[in-house]
């Protein structure tokens, strides 16, 4: 059976790949372990870590800058643009 150049590069590309998810997986689970470590000895609360991030929130939206609000949430919790479309116009609803 012959492998032509791109089998073995297609075949290369996809081991690098599920190498990488893998490690990234790793290291995801260490620090979600070390994240549950830091809130057993600490008072801090969910709701305590993102009150800063929903008064930034409030003002954006308050300025009708509902594109970088949007944009805020996905940097900080890592949300798609569908979710954070969604958290922004919740925040939207309790606003009124």
């Known amino acids: 059976m012959e492998f032509n150049f791109i089998e073995i590069i297609t075949l290369v590309?996809?081991?690098y790949l599920l190498s990488t998810i893998f490690r990234l997986e790793q290291r995801v689970k260490t620090l979600d372990y070390k994240v549950e470590q830091l809130s057993a000895h600490t008072d801090i609360t969910e709701e305590g870590l993102y009150e800063e991030l929903h008064q930034e929130l409030k003002v954006l939206i308050h300025q009708g800058k509902d594109v970088q609000a949007v944009k805020r949430v996905r940097e900080t919790k890592g949300l798609s643009l569908l979710e954070a479309k969604q958290y922004i116009d919740?925040?939207?609803?309790?606003?009124e």
């Open 90 to 95: 919740t925040l939207k609803l309790k606003e």
């Open 13 to 15: 590309a996809v081991i």
